[in-house]
């Protein structure tokens, strides 16, 4: 099978600002959502990545993926800063890219006023499933603020320090059974 390169736009819905400000986080891709794309604006059809998707690059902590000012621009000019963090949750893919302070979109970007994420992704497995092309292996390519959203439920949820907070879901657990205990007296 040929390799798909597609490009796909997200809202973002900026929540917070923590720490510097420098760095943002987000979810990139939803997973295990139907979702109708397109990739030249004209032709639709439905799409879904599963979880798991992106796991090479996950492992690969982001190393190469660039964040930039929309599409098929110059790189010079639209590189806005560098990944520091890829991570696959449950729900989706997670990134986190600390903002360049001397690019000219700097406080756009660090302000909220970049409201939309697009993102870049190599297509290396895919399969049909009831007319929805469901993504099972893509490599992330680079995440582009842009003016287009295609999917819901993904894009910036903060802006803030460089360390994306690791999960934690044994004491996750443990203050849930908690409030559980508290609620049940």
């Keep these: 099978m040929s390799e ?20 943002v986080y987000g979810r990139v891709v939803p997973y295990g959502v139907t979702q ?28 190469g993926v660039r964040f930039l000012a929309g599409h098929n621009r110059d790189i010079d000019m639209s590189l806005i800063g560098r990944c520091v963090e890829v991570r696959e949750l449950d729900d989706g893919l997670y990134t986190a890219f600390r903002i360049f302070r001397d690019h000219p979109l700097a406080e756009e970007a660090r302000s909220g006023e970049l409201t939309k994420w697009s993102v870049g992704a190599l297509v290396k497995r895919t399969h049909d499933d009831a007319g929805v092309q469901v993504r099972t292996w893509c490599v ?28 934690t879901p044994i004491r996750d657990a443990l203050r849930a059974k908690l409030d559980q205990l508290r609620a049940d007296r």
């Design 4 to 23: 798909l390169v597609i490009a796909r736009s997200l809202p973002v819905d900026v929540l917070d600002t923590i720490g510097d400000g420098w760095t």
């Design 36 to 63: 109708t794309v397109s990739d030249d604006g004209k032709k639709f059809y439905k799409e879904r990545f599963e979880c798991g998707a992106f796991q090479n690059s996950a492992k690969n902590r982001g190393r």
């Design 140 to 167: 992330l390519d680079h995440v582009a603020a842009t003016a287009v959203p295609q999917y819901e439920g993904a894009g910036v949820l903060y802006a803030r320090e460089s360390v994306i907070p690791e999960p």
